[in-house]
């Protein structure tokens, strides 16, 4: 049997321009929820902790779902998954109103805002974010088909007004896009208090 090869590659010794795509081919993830992340890197040392960690949360976009029953980040509960929110610098958040026929009249209203209200308010204060999108579409119950529900972009503009209105706790955003059906007026008063005393920047 041949002898085990020993060396070790000295890959400290790489100029950080050499490492920062090495750190993005493993950390970061494609446009899939599911496409993979090889965060084990993070254990090597405290120096590629320290240099790959930044790439980690500035670059992948972390998506949450809020529906009238959980607060989802990759499907798993958000307040279990010990991912430091103060980190985050990009943020979709998708948001699935459930309501009867065509009505666009959110079937548990109480829950839904309770778990819009609870993300927003566990943000912390002092907080990373760069980029965030919201994204509003109803689960529209089927007459046909009760158990079935369509999707669908267009609701009730003060029915969203009212789901939408405790992101203006989160403050301080450089750029922030909501898609919804809301009057423009509404709409821009949101966005101003999300930008805080940043400049305007409306895309993503």
């Not at 993005?24 to 992340?37: E, I, K, S, T």
């Not at 529906?67 to 307040?79: A, N, Q, R, T």
């Not at 079935?148 to 609701?155: D, N």
């Not at 922030?176 to 895309?203: F, K, P």
Request: glycine content about 4%; charged content about 20%; some cysteine.
């Amino acid at each position: 049997m041949a002898a085990l090869n020993n060396n070790i590659f000295p890959f400290l010794s790489l100029p950080g321009e050499l490492r920062n795509p090495i750190y993005r081919h493993l950390l970061v993830g494609g446009p899939r929820l599911n496409d993979p992340r090889y965060a084990q890197i993070l254990r090597t040392c405290k120096q590629i902790n320290r240099e790959a960690t930044g790439i980690l949360y500035a670059e992948n976009i972390v998506r949450i779902a809020i529906s009238s029953s959980d607060v989802l980040v990759y499907g798993l509960p958000l307040f279990s998954t010990g991912i430091p929110l103060q980190r985050i610098e990009r943020l979709e958040i998708h948001i699935r109103p459930l309501s009867l026929s065509w009505d666009y009249k959110a079937v548990e209203p109480r829950e839904l805002e309770a778990n819009v209200l609870a993300l927003c308010r566990s943000w912390p204060k002092h907080h990373a974010l760069k980029k965030v999108t919201i994204n509003l579409v109803w689960g529209v119950q089927s007459n046909i088909s009760p158990q079935h529900y369509y999707y669908s972009t267009h609701g009730d503009p003060d029915e969203e007004a009212w789901i939408l209105s405790p992101f203006s706790l989160l403050q301080n955003i450089k750029s922030v896009r909501i898609r919804s059906s809301i009057d423009a007026e509404v709409y821009r008063n949101l966005m101003d208090e999300m930008h805080g005393e940043n400049e305007w920047e409306e895309t993503v």
